[in-house]
């Protein structure tokens, strides 16, 4: 499980997921790709470079995934303000949604979700 004292990123809407985010997107459907990414505390991080994507094979079936199943996975370099330091910089980070449609959560690059059973 991820804990808030150890991420520097996390803030009051922490989970084991990671932090609570929106999301900003470019591109247009098979192409579209992260562009931005704010927290609910207006901190703002840029995509700087897609390294991985991961979907879950049945993220577009008919029925909707289980509770907690991992359905999408973005691995980013993004630029914006970093954990335990002042002022901006790269760091690699994930973003995930599930399979419960609760939006997006991010986490350091080398966590895995506590809730990520379903992957």
Known sequence: ??????????????????RHVIVSWE??????QPARITG????????????????????HGPVKLPYGTLAREWRLRVHGPLPWRQGDGEQDVVIRN?????????????TTPGDSAGR
């Open 40 to 59: 609910h505390d207006d901190l703002v991080w840029h995509v700087r470079r897609v390294d991985g994507f991961w979907e879950h094979p049945d993220a």
């Open 27 to 32: 591109g247009w459907r098979e192409k579209q």
């Open 1 to 18: 499980m991820l804990k808030g004292a150890t991420l520097g990123i996390m803030n009051r809407r922490e989970t084991d997921r990671g």
């Open 98 to 110: 599930f399979g419960d449609g609760a939006g997006w959560y991010m986490s350091p690059a080398d």
